[in-house]
């Protein structure tokens, strides 16, 4: 039996965060709770989410030890960079798409670089084509988790590449 990979999702507001929630496989085990702007639920399919406000997300975070966060929170959200700094400083891995800028990119690959993290961004979204957001999501989580390599950003294609291995 494989060990469950207990992932946090966040920026549950979009559709493709809910599709993707909805089809992971059974040894990926969506955590009850996520990083928000304030407290409250979310029923996402038949699990319900508990909100974290931010004064507690550090908190949370050592304490549900996720192995891997996907983050749909929109660089435009005030709250992404801080998301991002907080994975970064814990050392938890994390996937993240909708990145529509390079100078985000580069900000997300400044912080990544001197911690104990690293990531896989989404350069593109996939919102319309659910099927291959959530294969490279899948895919991009068993990347992270089989590639510890520290301080380091990864791309789409750094997944597809592995996922053809």
Same mark, same amino acid.
Do not use: W
């Given at each position: 039996?494989?060990?469950?990979?207990?992932?946090?999702?966040?920026?549950?507001?979009?559709?493709?965060?809910? =599709?993707?929630?909805? &089809?992971?496989? &059974?040894?990926?085990?969506? *955590?009850?709770?996520?990083?928000?702007?304030?407290?409250?639920?979310?029923?996402?399919?038949?699990?319900?989410?508990?909100? *974290?406000?931010?004064?507690?997300?550090? &908190?949370?975070?050592?304490?549900?030890?996720?192995?891997?966060?996907?983050?749909?929170?929109?660089?435009?959200?005030?709250? +992404?960079?801080?998301?991002?700094?907080?994975?970064?400083?814990?050392?938890?891995?994390?996937?993240?798409?909708?990145?529509?800028?390079?100078?985000?990119?580069?900000?997300?690959?400044?912080?990544?670089?001197?911690?104990?993290?690293?990531?896989?961004?989404?350069?593109?979204?996939?919102?319309?084509?659910?099927?291959?957001?959530?294969?490279?999501?899948?895919?991009?989580? &068993? +990347?992270?988790?089989?590639?510890?390599?520290?301080?380091?950003? +990864?791309? =789409?294609?750094?997944?597809?590449?592995?996922?053809?291995?």
């Amino acid at each position: 039996m494989k060990k469950k990979i207990r992932v946090m999702v966040v920026g549950l507001i979009t559709d493709i965060s809910h =599709e993707v929630v909805g &089809r992971l496989p &059974r040894h990926i085990e969506v *955590i009850d709770s996520s990083l928000a702007d304030r407290d409250g639920k979310m029923m996402v399919g038949s699990k319900e989410i508990i909100f *974290i406000a931010p004064e507690s997300h550090e &908190r949370k975070l050592k304490e549900l030890s996720p192995d891997v966060i996907i983050d749909f929170t929109s660089e435009f959200n005030l709250s +992404f960079k801080d998301h991002i700094s907080l994975y970064t400083a814990l050392g938890i891995p994390f996937v993240t798409g909708l990145i529509l800028t390079d100078n985000t990119e580069q900000n997300i690959e400044s912080l990544v670089a001197g911690s104990e993290s690293s990531s896989v961004i989404f350069k593109h979204t996939y919102e319309y084509n659910p099927d291959m957001q959530v294969e490279l999501t899948i895919n991009a989580i &068993r +990347f992270l988790m089989q590639n510890q390599v520290k301080g380091k950003v +990864f791309d =789409e294609d750094d997944v597809e590449q592995f996922a053809a291995c």
